[in-house]
């Protein structure tokens, strides 16, 4: 294995984008760049853009492409990520953020964007029982608590259901995958830049899936 990878995953909401980033992110000793977990650190901290984010979000509506592209610019400008690369996790979800993205990596391009594919009746059921870390953002449900007392095993934080995962927010997140974020998989596969794993089984299962296409990939260039 070599260290370094700088990859976008992509997959509807449910689809384990979350628990495989971070497994990949571990691997390959690179940073985890989650927008979604960016914007509830920011709404934890109750700045005015904090506020104006957890409104969206609450909602199941997408963030300004503006606002987030902004937010990935002065991400990727961490040395961090230019030595050894990243996972991006929920961006880019629109194909104005996947334009902007090719621009502000210019030569440093992506080996992958991987679209993790999962039924949307499957998505809807993990949906419904995932619970997360309030704190760190570690992925739960309610077939795999944590040990004590719906506290964070990690890092002691509470675990609770996000608000985004209630029924009405889940639907209009589904609805508003397909509209923009779906378009995005024909994009990188005009930019000869798509490869889709299957996302059901296990949560190993899959992470081999993700680790075989990288490899396969480098391999053939
Ligand atoms: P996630 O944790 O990736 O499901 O993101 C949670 C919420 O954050 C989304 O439903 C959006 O409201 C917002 N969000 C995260 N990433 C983006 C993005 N790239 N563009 C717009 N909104 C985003």
Redesign the pocket.
Known sequence: MVPGARLVILGK?GAGKGTQCARLARHYVVPHI???DM?RAAARSQTEFGRKAKE??DA????PDEV?IGLVKERLEYEDTALRGFIL?????TAA?AEALAELLGERELDLAIDIELPTEEALARLGSRRVCNVCGAIYSTDKAPYVNWTCDHCGGEVVQRE?DQPEAIRR?LVLYEEQTAPLIAWYLEHDKLVTVDGLGTPEDVFRRLVGALEAKRQAT
């Open positions: 909401q989650s927008t979604g914007l969206f979000m199941g509506e997408l963030v987030m996790d929920g961006f880019p979800r953020q985004d997140r």
